[in-house]
Each structure stands twice: as structure tokens, then as C-alpha cells.
């Protein structure tokens, strides 16, 4: 119903059909109405963060998001550029050993589809960014709240349809 989560996604990737974005907002609504149903849900999970800018609007609102839902979120240090790939398929065995999702924001979709291929945890790529689909969902969203307030309900709710 919702893409797929073991998969890396680029950030401009098309959005999902319309049925699995209905059943999306549906989620999403649902963390709007009732947040204090969803705000362990992922207690004592541990995310990984990896992004060049950590302190960024992006990096926050996946933080904001995932620590919503009770997540631990790890602040990751992206791997340099003349990393090769055999270092990035050990860079990704790591990261599927010590976290249940990854966020990746400012890498390469081909460094982070090799990520997620060898870490063999949903790694995203660029879930929480303003160019991902679901920043336009949430742009679409006819509701009153603010914009990054929606946007964080649909990462949550993407969030918990790879990791519940």
C-alpha cells in the first residue's frame, strides 16, 4: 500500500498511487486528532540521522517527528565523498545493525539505494526534505495547521507504516 520502505528513495521520486496517499493522509489525520495514542509507539527504537546539516529545518522536522513517536534519533556523520563501495556496503551492514530506519538527507540516491541495500533496514532518502513528495502532500493537505506541523504528521505516518 505505501512504497517501499526497505527501498532507498530519491527525494524527487513520484509520490505513491492515489489510494496508498489517501490511506496516508488517513494516517496522518489520524496522529493530528489523536497524538497521545501515538507518542510511545516507537519507544525504544533507535533511528539514524545522516546529514551534512544536522541543524537544518529538514533535519529537525525528522527529529521533531521520529522522537514524536518516542523514537531515539542518532545523529549520523554522512560518509566522504571518496568513500568506495565496498566501504559504503560496510558503512550500510553497520547501520542495519545498530538502527531500524536511517534517514539520509544530501547524499547521492546512488549512494543511499547502496545504503539501503546492504544495511537491509528502511534506509529514506530525504523523507523529512521540502523536494520529497510528502512535502507536497502536505502542501495539498487542505487543513488549517501550519505547513511543517503537517508535514511532520506524514513523515510520522511513514514512519510507522515501515517501522509498525
Not at 26 to 41: K, M, N, S, T
Not at 74 to 94: N, T
Request: charged fraction near 20%.
Amino acid at each position: 500500500m505505501f512504497p517501499a520502505p526497505r527501498q532507498a528513495r530519491p527525494a524527487a521520486a513520484d509520490p505513491p498511487g492515489q489510494a496508498a496517499a489517501q490511506s496516508l493522509l488517513q494516517r496522518a489525520r489520524e496522529l493530528q486528532r489523536l497524538p497521545a495514542r501515538y507518542e510511545q509507539v516507537l519507544q525504544g527504537r533507535r533511528l539514524g540521522l545522516m546529514s551534512a546539516t544536522p541543524d537544518g529545518e529538514d533535519a529537525r522536522l525528522f527529529e521533531r517527528a521520529a522522537r514524536g513517536l518516542g523514537a531515539y534519533v542518532a545523529l549520523i556523520a554522512p560518509p566522504e565523498a571518496r568513500v568506495g563501495p565496498q566501504q559504503l556496503d560496510d558503512i550500510g551492514r553497520l547501520l542495519g545493525r545498530l538502527y531500524e530506519a536511517v534517514e539520509c538527507q544530501g547524499l547521492g540516491a546512488a549512494v543511499v539505494e547502496q545504503l539501503a541495500a546492504a544495511g537491509n533496514v528502511p534506509v529514506f532518502d530525504g523523507l523529512a526534505d521540502a523536494s520529497h513528495w510528502l512535502a507536497d502532500l502536505a502542501s495539498d493537505w487542505a487543513d488549517p495547521a501550519p505547513l511543517p506541523q503537517r508535514r511532520c504528521w506524514l513523515v510520522q505516518a511513514m514512519l510507522l507504516a515501515a517501522l509498525v
